[in-house]
């Protein structure tokens, strides 16, 4: 599912048109919606605390509750897995938060599993059960609490210079970094398919 | 005025041509495909001319034809490799060259062919309102059925893929319904203006609206109003009624353009 608005943007549409249309996947195309689709968007743009702005045209929302539109969008289908491809570009940080926040809400409440796909994981990163730092292969893959301290210092917090201190072949880098290096998997349990990706962390 | 047959049948055709061609422009509008309708009503020009050279009903053909060229301007679109609106330029020109030279062909370049390229008040006949009602009732009953896969496959063509719906289907249909207008609406406001019986409403109704439920009710209402004021003004007027219709839905743009900053207030 897209999380940004595709439209012209002379093309009026409401929070709750939008969210409709995610009903896609449950009822098919052909028909209207019945009692059950209308109360599972209505749960969906609940969810995401857009209520009261239900009937308002898209346009005229902030940026991140556009984003929180397109989220409730996804939820409406009754998703068991959410995954999310850099949701937080263009998003302010304080959208940022209340993001991590209702992700984490919707983890513990609706027991979602989210793929969160991203370059920075700075506002979700105490929502985070499960990390795994990917360039060309898998640099870390473990609880974000066992990531190496030297990560969190701000002059080597961006994704490229992540990726120096992990790889070795590409940086012979400081003793640190190399002691730093490719955390072991910390069980059996945490291989699957989904790591292949640039940079993701994943919640369960 | 309504005391005369021709003005009656030109209203009752008027009624479903002014509902439906905004209905069926509305997706098109929204998907940027704005001058499908035009490159439709391109391609039925050239189907009037093979009626003429055929010696059998130019509606027909024409309606033929649109279907045709809409299925022709879907497939490039979606498999052809080419861009929408390359795919739109060699369907709109092939058909406008097809056309004239099958007119020049059948030697009809003539008054007659003028009502079809411009419409008249005073061609629609009684076999022409049963066919504009049974295409026009089944054109709308499938805008109804089809609406929120079409309204879907608006907000997020990808997303709906994704999500399994048919979108080559849904986007032929549409264009199916385009053609289907082309045909039910030449008589009265002529092939080279049907298109602008489509877009404009929905231009108009987009700044007013403030959903997509409201955008299509709105630009219903303004096609419709067009077409019945301008069959008015057109029998009063002496003017050809699909000029007069495309004026006044253009005048609604700019009645649309005025109110808007009313509303926000």
Not at chain 1, 27 to 51: F, K, M, Q, S, Y
Request: with cysteine; charged share 15%.
């Amino acid at each position: 599912m897209s999380q940004r608005a595709q439209l012209a943007s002379a093309t009026p549409v409401t929070v709750r048109e939008v969210v409709e249309a995610g009903r896609l996947t449950v009822r098919g195309p052909l028909g209207p919606l019945r009692t059950d689709d209308r109360e599972a968007v209505n749960r969906a743009i609940g969810r995401v605390g857009l209520a009261e702005r239900a009937g308002a045209p898209l346009r005229t929302l902030s940026g991140g509750m556009q984003q929180r539109a397109f989220i409730a969008r996804a939820l409406a289908a009754e998703p068991a897995l959410l995954a999310l491809d850099e949701p937080t570009t263009g998003v302010d940080a304080a959208s940022q938060e209340s993001l991590a926040a209702l992700l984490a809400e919707l983890r513990s409440e609706l027991g979602v599993t989210i793929l969160y796909v991203s370059h920075e994981f700075g506002a979700v990163e105490h929502v985070v059960s499960r990390l795994v730092l990917v360039r060309g292969r898998i640099a870390f893959d473990g609880d974000p609490a066992d990531l190496p301290a030297l990560w969190h210092d701000p002059p080597t917090h961006t994704p490229s210079a992540l990726s120096r201190v992990v790889t070795p072949e590409t940086n012979p880098g400081t003793p640190s970094s190399r002691a730093g290096g490719t955390a072991p998997p910390r069980s059996g349990a945490w291989r699957d398919k989904e790591a292949g990706r640039e940079a993701a962390d994943r919640q369960t | 005025m309504l005391e005369l047959e021709f003005m009656r049948l030109a209203f009752a055709v008027g009624i479903v041509v002014g509902i439906l061609a905004p209905a069926v422009g509305f997706f098109l509008v929204e998907r940027r495909q704005s001058l499908v309708g035009d490159g439709l009503g391109h391609v039925a020009f050239a189907g009037v001319a093979a009626g003429y050279l055929l010696g059998i009903s130019p509606v027909l053909t024409a309606l033929c034809f649109a279907v045709v060229g809409a299925f022709a301007i879907e497939w490039l679109r979606s498999r052809g490799g080419t861009a929408g609106d390359q795919a739109l330029a060699l369907v709109f020109y092939t058909g406008i060259a097809l056309g004239i030279v099958l007119v020049s062909r059948a030697d009809r370049l003539d008054a007659g062919l003028f009502q079809f390229l411009f419409g008249s008040i005073l061609t629609v006949t009684r076999e022409d309102l049963w066919v504009v009602l049974a295409l026009g009732g089944v054109s709308l009953a499938a805008i109804a059925v089809l609406y929120r896969g079409l309204v879907a496959v608006v907000l997020d063509e990808e997303g709906s893929r994704v999500a399994g719906a048919p979108v080559g289907l849904l986007n032929t249909a549409v264009a199916v319904l385009a053609a289907l207008t082309v045909g039910i609406s030449m008589r009265i406001v002529g092939i080279l203006l049907i298109a602008a019986l489509m877009v404009l409403p929905v231009i108009a109704a987009q700044r007013l609206a403030w959903s997509l439920r409201s955008t299509l009710a709105l630009a219903t209402a303004i096609g419709l109003v067009s077409v019945l004021a301008g069959l008015t003004v057109a029998y009063y007027g002496d003017l050809p009624p699909g000029g007069t219709i495309v004026l006044l839905a253009a005048a609604s743009f700019v009645v649309a353009t005025v109110l808007r900053p009313l509303r926000r207030a």
